[in-house]
């Protein structure tokens, strides 16, 4: 199916230093995708390019098979709820709310009855007559979203809209977001740098990194089989075990670490034997016994436990793995009750939980 929108192969320059190498992104019609990237990463610049507020130095931005860019910005059937929300601050509520409409010349009775349905749609039904100084931060947000859905774009773009809110209200409007993503049937492009935040709330997930794109996946296949380190690191936490590709079988690998030979398992095709890859495991996958399982996993010292409200995190120490810290994290049930410092215990994990990283260079700078 032909996507809404497809960023092909674009790239971008401020004078002589590359933000962005081969960005290739597509967006289906209905879907919530997230990109996600540390501070830095390119994230708003590739907004910004889909605005039209950035030109750009090579590749195309296709609209339903179209190309964008002869379209002018106010053209372009998206809309922009930019990080600070750009409200007009002279102007009510409703008058912020049906300035979309008024610029594009329309009846002054239908813009009322449309500020009315959309001020409703946000929650925001009673509050037209104020001004965005006597809104909370959330109002404010939803009068930005308000404004962006009334003119029935087939896209809105979000720059780390939720970045200023506090952690209640924050968790508040992600529900809201994504269940008005649901009712309108439109696609969003959403930034942050927040993991958690990207898993709880998208389709699908871009993970960037220095300009470029790490992977690409649903939430929980990400999450569960990171392919770059980089991807494994900033979803979360990840314990990560340098060796060599020793055996494949299918998609299990065998892979000779420091610490002993480990099981892991590999998405798509394995490098060949002999490289060098890591193997990544959750904390909370890693199981935990008094004694080792023989011919299984590792055996480490406990280093730390660590009370940490719902869970409970364990630091362990392994000789042959100096500087490392493992972490395992159990649900804090009273399962981890009686263990302390300097004990010695047994660590495994099914193979199906540990991924097998490629260990290359990271991205070099652009
Ligand atoms: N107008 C600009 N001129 C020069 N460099 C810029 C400009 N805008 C952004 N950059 C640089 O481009 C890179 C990506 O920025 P940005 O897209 O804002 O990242 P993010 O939104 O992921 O934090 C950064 O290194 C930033 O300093
Ligand atoms: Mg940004």
Same mark, same amino acid.
Request: hydrophobic share 45%.
């Given at each position: 199916?032909?996507?809404?929108?497809?960023?092909?192969?674009?790239?971008?320059?401020?004078?002589?230093?590359?933000?962005?190498?081969?960005?290739?992104? &597509?967006?289906?019609?209905?879907?919530? =995708?997230?990109?996600?990237?540390?501070? !830095?990463?390119?994230?708003?610049?590739?907004?910004?390019?889909?605005?039209?507020?950035?030109?750009?130095?090579?590749?195309?931005?296709?609209?339903?098979?179209?190309?964008?860019?002869?379209?002018? %910005?106010? #053209?372009?059937?998206?809309?922009?709820?930019?990080?600070?929300?750009?409200? /007009?601050?002279?102007? &009510?509520?409703?008058?912020?709310? !049906?300035?979309?409409?008024?610029?594009?010349?329309?009846?002054?009775?239908?813009?009322?009855?449309?500020?009315?349905?959309?001020?409703?749609?946000?929650? =925001?039904?009673?509050?037209? @007559?104020?001004? +965005? $100084?006597? *809104?909370?931060?959330?109002?404010?947000?939803?009068?930005?979203?308000?404004?962006?859905?009334?003119?029935?774009?087939?896209?809105?773009?979000?720059?780390?809209? =939720?970045?200023?809110?506090?952690?209640?209200?924050?968790?508040?409007?992600?529900? /809201?977001?994504?269940?008005?993503?649901?009712?309108?049937?439109?696609?969003?492009?959403?930034?942050?740098?927040?993991?958690?935040?990207?898993?709880?709330?998208?389709?699908?997930?871009?993970?960037?990194?220095?300009?470029?794109?790490?992977?690409?996946?649903?939430?929980?296949?990400?999450?569960?089989?990171?392919?770059? +380190? /980089?991807?494994?690191?900033?979803?979360?936490?990840?314990?990560?075990?340098?060796?060599?590709?020793? $055996?494949?079988?299918?998609?299990?690998?065998?892979?000779? &670490?420091?610490?002993?030979?480990?099981?892991? &398992?590999?998405?798509?095709?394995?490098?060949?034997? @002999?490289?060098?890859?890591?193997?990544?495991?959750?904390?909370?996958?890693?199981? *935990?016994? $008094?004694?080792?399982?023989?011919?299984?996993?590792?055996?480490?010292?406990?280093?730390?436990?660590? /009370?940490?409200?719902?869970?409970?995190? %364990?630091?362990?120490?392994?000789?042959?793995?100096? @500087?490392?810290?493992?972490?395992?994290? #159990?649900?804090?049930?009273?399962?981890? $009750?009686?263990?302390?410092?300097?004990?010695?215990?047994?660590?495994?994990?099914?193979?199906?939980?540990?991924?097998?990283?490629?260990?290359? +260079?990271?991205?070099?700078?652009?």
């Amino acid at each position: 199916m032909q996507p809404l929108l497809h960023l092909e192969n674009i790239s971008k320059r401020y004078g002589a230093v590359r933000v962005l190498e081969g960005i290739d992104i &597509t967006v289906a019609g209905n879907e919530f =995708l997230t990109i996600l990237g540390p501070s !830095g990463s390119g994230k708003t610049t590739i907004l910004r390019i889909i605005g039209g507020f950035e030109s750009i130095d090579g590749g195309r931005l296709m609209f339903e098979g179209r190309d964008l860019a002869a379209v002018p %910005i106010n #053209r372009r059937p998206f809309n922009t709820v930019f990080q600070d929300y750009a409200l /007009f601050h002279h102007m &009510t509520v409703a008058e912020n709310v !049906g300035y979309g409409l008024k610029v594009r010349g329309r009846p002054r009775a239908e813009i009322a009855t449309r500020v009315a349905e959309v001020m409703e749609t946000v929650g =925001l039904a009673a509050f037209g @007559g104020r001004y +965005p $100084a006597q *809104l909370s931060g959330g109002q404010r947000q939803r009068v930005a979203l308000a404004r962006a859905i009334i003119c029935e774009p087939r896209l809105i773009l979000l720059d780390e809209p =939720l970045s200023a809110l506090d952690v209640e209200l924050r968790a508040q409007m992600q529900r /809201f977001l994504k269940s008005l993503q649901r009712r309108l049937g439109i696609a969003f492009v959403f930034i942050t740098h927040d993991q958690e935040e990207a898993i709880a709330l998208s389709d699908r997930i871009i993970v960037v990194n220095g300009g470029r794109i790490e992977q690409e996946g649903a939430p929980e296949q990400l999450y569960r089989r990171p392919h770059t +380190p /980089f991807t494994a690191a900033f979803l979360g936490e990840n314990n990560l075990i340098a060796g060599t590709l020793a $055996a494949v079988d299918g998609p299990l690998c065998a892979v000779d &670490t420091p610490a002993g030979r480990l099981a892991a &398992t590999v998405d798509g095709p394995a490098p060949p034997t @002999g490289s060098a890859v890591l193997v990544a495991v959750r904390p909370e996958h890693v199981r *935990l016994d $008094a004694a080792p399982m023989p011919g299984e996993g590792l055996t480490a010292d406990v280093a730390d436990v660590r /009370f940490l409200g719902a869970n409970v995190m %364990i630091e362990l120490r392994h000789a042959a793995l100096p @500087g490392a810290l493992l972490k395992v994290r #159990r649900l804090a049930d009273g399962s981890a $009750a009686g263990l302390v410092a300097g004990q010695r215990v047994g660590l495994s994990w099914s193979a199906g939980d540990a991924a097998l990283l490629r260990a290359g +260079p990271a991205p070099a700078a652009l």
